[in-house]
């Protein structure tokens, strides 16, 4: 079955950059919209990204719109984050995560089958 791996996560200075990497293993990437999510200490989980499976809509949450691009790579079956212009209040951790159904704006944590375990993102000076 699909599993799912974070990387890139760390401490950075506002203003930086992140990239962070979502590999899939046990299956292929061509079928699964992917979507990132973050939590914060006592804050619910929320979604922050997804990219459709084939088509290349994306949708982006308010607060990371215009700083944070998603991106895929079939052949490589790796999801992107590319986190630009960070701020404090994006520190949380991070997951990627997979769905048979479509991104939108209108789909949750509930609506994706598979997690990877996260990675940890701090912006602090």
């Known amino acids: 079955q699909l599993q799912l791996v974070e990387s890139g996560g760390g401490l950075v200075q506002p203003g930086g950059s992140l990239r962070l990497s979502c590999a899939v293993s046990?299956?292929?990437?061509?079928?699964?919209?992917m979507a990132w999510f973050r939590q914060a200490p006592g804050k619910e989980r929320e979604k922050i990204s997804c990219?459709?499976?084939?088509?290349?809509?994306?949708y982006y949450a308010n607060s990371v719109k215009g700083r944070f691009t998603i991106s895929r790579d079939n052949a490589k079956n790796t999801a992107y984050l590319q986190m630009n212009s960070l701020k404090p209040e994006d520190t949380a951790v991070y997951y990627c995560?997979?769905?048979?159904?479509?991104?939108?704006?209108?789909?949750?944590?509930?609506?994706?089958?598979?997690w990877g375990q996260g990675t940890q993102v701090t912006v602090n000076s």
């Open positions: 995560a997979a769905t048979l159904y479509y991104c939108s704006a209108y789909t949750g944590p509930s609506d994706y089958s598979r």
């Open positions: 046990g299956g292929t990437l061509d079928d699964y919209a």
């Open positions: 990219i459709g499976a084939r088509d290349g809509t994306t």
